[in-house]
Nanobody, 122 residues
């Protein structure tokens, strides 16, 4: 069993900052890419930021220069530092990871957290 647990969401004023964290636990051999997605009401889930096991990052154009993704491979955690937040950043944010769960077969699964609400409003 593998579990992803997010924390750090909440209400913040425009221009403010929040840091989201996600911890993976369970039967983990190794973790490949770790990502943050978000879904606003009435919209499709979209990729916000991604980071490989080697530390290469990728960002949605809408968050470049404002959000920073990082990970700690030893702790199986991924963070999303969000600065200069805008009302359009309001969404449920989901942590996602591709995790190798069997060291012999290298079987890999796609896992999601339960989501954490981020609301940007004055």
């Amino acid at each position: 069993q593998v579990q992803l647990v997010e924390s750090g969401g909440g209400l913040v004023q425009p221009g403010g900052s929040l840091k989201l964290s996600c911890a993976a636990s369970g039967s983990i051999f190794s973790i490949n890419a770790m990502d943050w997605y978000r879904q606003a009401p009435g919209k499709r889930r979209e990729l916000v930021a991604a980071i490989t096991s080697g530390g290469s990052t990728n960002y949605a154009d809408s968050v470049k220069g404002r959000f920073t993704i990082s990970r700690d491979n030893a702790k199986n955690t991924v963070n999303l530092q969000m600065n200069s937040l805008k009302p359009e950043d309001t969404a449920v944010y989901y942590c996602h990871a591709n995790i190798v769960v069997d060291r012999y077969t290298r079987r890999t699964g796609s896992y999601w957290g339960q989501g954490t609400q981020v609301t940007v409003s004055s």
